[in-house]
T-cell receptor, first 110, second 116 residues
Framework: SQQGEEDPQALSIQEGENATMNCSYKTSINNLQWYRQNSGRGLVHLILIRSNEREKHSGRLRVTLDTSKKSSSLLITVSRAADTASYFC??????????FGAGTTVTVRA | NAGVTQTPKFQVLKTGQSMTLQCAQDMNHNSMYWYRQDPGMGLRLIYYSASEGTTDKGEVPNGYNVSRLNKREFSLRLESAAPSQTSVYFCASLAGDEFIGAYEQYFGPGTRLTVT
């Protein structure tokens, strides 16, 4: 069964705006990862946050993790048309298997 | 460095036909995975191989078999295809292992399979 659930399912924003999506999960984790998938392509790893971390930054990406609420958020700042994609959270509870959510589809309008 | 490669990119099968999806990685990763992706359902793990010579079932293994031919290659076989197996199939390999903790997975471009 899928561990992570993203919210919202879809998001449409104007170029230059920020995009925020959330992920909730059910069991304890070692780390949580976010991936991006452009239409018709494979997934690409964006960022990993460990269970003992609360916030992590990578370029225009900011990820937070609240293990007490079993939730994470991904913020993309100053969005660009190239950020149009589906974004998936994936939880690692075993050390070698990931459990993916259904994803958030982000559309950035020019 | 090609990363993870998959063949074929597209395939149409008739119900009952068999086929093998090929996957190879050139990053010297120990662990490899097969997922299927269906609309609105994210990725579901079919089988994985934590190391050469070992394979284990994932969430949805029924109707599939796998072979870890060597460290580079991990194939997925459909013995008797069914319309329910129409999906996009992704192969991935893992940077990291169960002893030091998982890191990111690297994905291939996918195989779009239609079973009629």
């Amino acid at each position: 069964s899928q561990q992570g659930e993203e919210d919202p399912q879809a998001l449409s924003i104007q170029e230059g705006e920020n995009a925020t999506m959330n992920c909730s999960y059910k069991t304890s984790i070692n780390n949580l990862q976010w991936y991006r998938q452009n239409s018709g392509r494979g997934l690409v790893h964006l960022i990993l946050i460990r269970s003992n971390e609360r916030e992590k930054h990578s370029g225009r990406l900011r990820v937070t993790l609240d293990t007490s609420k079993k939730s994470s958020s991904l913020l993309i700042t100053v969005s660009r048309a190239a950020d149009t994609a589906s974004y998936f959270c994936a939880t690692d509870s075993t050390g070698y298997k990931l459990s993916f959510g259904a994803g958030t589809t982000v559309t950035v309008r020019a | 460095n090609a990363g993870v490669t998959q063949t074929p990119k597209f395939q149409v099968l008739k119900t009952g036909q068999s086929m093998t999806l090929q996957c190879a990685q050139d990053m010297n990763h120990n662990s490899m995975y097969w997922y299927r992706q269906d609309p609105g359902m994210g990725l579901r793990l079919i089988y994985y191989s934590a190391s050469e010579g070992t394979t284990d079932k994932g969430e949805v293994p029924n109707g599939y078999n796998v072979s870890r031919l060597n460290k580079r290659e991990f194939s997925l076989r459909l013995e008797s295809a069914a319309p329910s197996q129409t999906s996009v199939y992704f192969c991935a390999s893992l940077a990291g292992d169960e002893f030091i903790g998982a890191y990111e997975q690297y994905f291939g471009p996918g195989t779009r399979l239609t079973v009629t």
